[in-house]
C-alpha cells in the first residue's frame, strides 16, 4: 500500500513557527516519525511539502493510480483553496485531514475547510501527534475497505 503525506503552506517552518500554537518538532522529525510507523504498519509513505498551491494539485493529480490514501496538512489553503478541493475530488483518493492546532477553537476564518465535508476523517488539536493519529485512522479506514 502506498500512502502520500501532503504539508500545505508555511508547514516547512514548523518548529520555529509560533512553537505556542504548533510545536517545537520540525517537519523532517514528524516526516521521519511518520515513515517508521508506516514501515512497521508494512505501508509505503512519501512525503511531500509546498508553500505554492498549484504543485499541491500537480502532486495530488501525479497521486492517481499510484497511491491508496492520502493524509493532507493543507495549512491556510484549508480555508481559501477551491483548487485543492477540486483536486482531492478529482483524484477519488480517499484522505483525512489534519491540523496541528484545533482550528474551531482559533479565528473565526479558520472554522471553514474546504475539503472536510469529503474527507474520511478529521484530526485537529492534538500537535505533532495529529499525524501519528491521522495515518492510524487512514489505515482504519483503508484496511476496513480492502
Ligand atoms: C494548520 C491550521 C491552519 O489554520 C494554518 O493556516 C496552518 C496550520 C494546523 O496544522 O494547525 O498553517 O493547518
Known sequence: MHLLL??????NLLGQREPG???SMSLDAIEADLKIISENEGVH??????????AL???????????QGILIN??????TSIALRDAL??????YV????????????????????????????????MSYRLAL???????????
Open 6 to 11: 501532503i504539508n500545505g503552506p508555511n508547514l
Open 21 to 23: 500554537v504548533y510545536g
Open 45 to 54: 509513505l512519501e512525503c511531500f511539502q509546498s508553500n505554492f498551491e498549484g
Open 57 to 67: 494539485v500537480d502532486r495530488i493529480h501525479q497521486s492517481i493510480g499510484k497511491v
Open 74 to 79: 493543507a495549512g491556510a489553503y484549508t480555508h
Open 89 to 94: 475530488l478529482g483524484a477519488g483518493i480517499p
Open 97 to 128: 485531514e489534519l491540523h496541528l492546532s484545533n482550528t474551531n477553537s482559533r479565528e473565526s476564518f479558520r472554522h471553514h475547510s474546504f475539503i472536510a465535508d469529503r474527507a474520511v476523517g478529521l484530526v485537529s488539536g492534538f500537535g505533532a
Open 136 to 146: 492510524q485512522g487512514l489505515l482504519f479506514h483503508l484496511r476496513q475497505i480492502d
